[in-house]
């Protein structure tokens, strides 16, 4: 069971370019999340979607993007990347959002802005 | 928001030794709170949780304490193993319920 897929592995981009990270998960849960994960500031919500054709903000989602066209995916798009937008990058899903338990995350997405 | 602060942002036991991580939350609504283990290279998982109508959960050498009146819970780990070497994070669900608020993480080095 590969749980969640996260693609690519690490990236180095160049200011201004823009970048869609991968997502697919194979649990058939409603939510899944992006995070994004600096040092010292631990994970931090980027964006989340309750459910396929519905999606929120999170603390820290200005210059980011996201689409949930199906269940399995959730890219994340960095329009025109910053440096300040150099980290780690973690998808997420749970059966669904609330009270319910687990969150299954990948394996990060490290990516670097010059 | 929610705003969850943890401590300490790194330990070192030995082996044998119990450890213990602490957060604080701020938001009285919320009503579950989340400790997950991520080890080098690798995403968080899951180790222990507690509903807000507990005080304390107990999975082998791991519980999890709350205090809903002081907004604090706590992670001990007990007999630690160097395979117990990781980042520990809390987390707190807020938001009515629509996100999870994680801490600053602590570094946990069980030296051998």
């Known amino acids: 069971i590969a749980g969640i897929t996260q693609a690519p592995t690490s990236q180095i981009l160049a200011a201004g370019r823009r970048m869609t990270l991968r997502c697919t998960q194979d649990?058939?849960?409603?939510?899944m999340y992006w995070y994004r994960q600096d040092l010292g500031l631990g994970l931090r919500l980027i964006h989340y979607?309750?459910?396929?054709?519905?999606?929120g903000k999170g603390e820290v989602p200005d210059g980011y993007s996201v689409s949930r066209a199906n269940t399995d995916d959730f890219p994340l798009t960095l329009a025109s990347a910053v440096p300040s937008q150099t980290s780690v990058y973690f998808c997420a899903s749970s059966v669904r959002t609330g009270n319910t338990g687990e969150l299954f995350f990948g394996e990060g997405s490290r990516l670097t802005v010059l | 928001g929610e705003n969850v602060e943890q401590h300490p942002s790194t330990l070192s036991v030995q082996e044998g030794d119990s450890a213990v991580i602490k957060c604080t939350y701020s938001?009285?609504?919320?009503?579950?709170f989340p400790w997950y283990k991520q080890e080098l290279g690798k995403g968080p998982q899951l180790i222990i949780d507690?509903?807000?109508?507990?005080g304390e959960k107990k999975d082998q050498r791991i519980a999890v304490t709350l205090n809903k009146t002081a907004k604090h819970f706590s992670l001990h780990i007990t007999e630690t193993q160097p395979e117990d070497s990781a980042v520990y994070f809390c987390?707190?669900?807020?938001?009515?319920?629509?996100?999870?608020?994680f801490g600053t993480g602590t570094s946990l080095t069980v030296i051998p």
């Open positions: 987390a707190a669900l807020g938001d009515g319920g629509n996100q999870f608020y």
């Open positions: 979607s309750n459910t396929a054709g519905t999606t």
């Open positions: 649990m058939r849960h409603n939510a």
């Open positions: 938001d009285s609504a919320s009503n579950y």
């Open positions: 507690i509903r807000s109508n507990v």
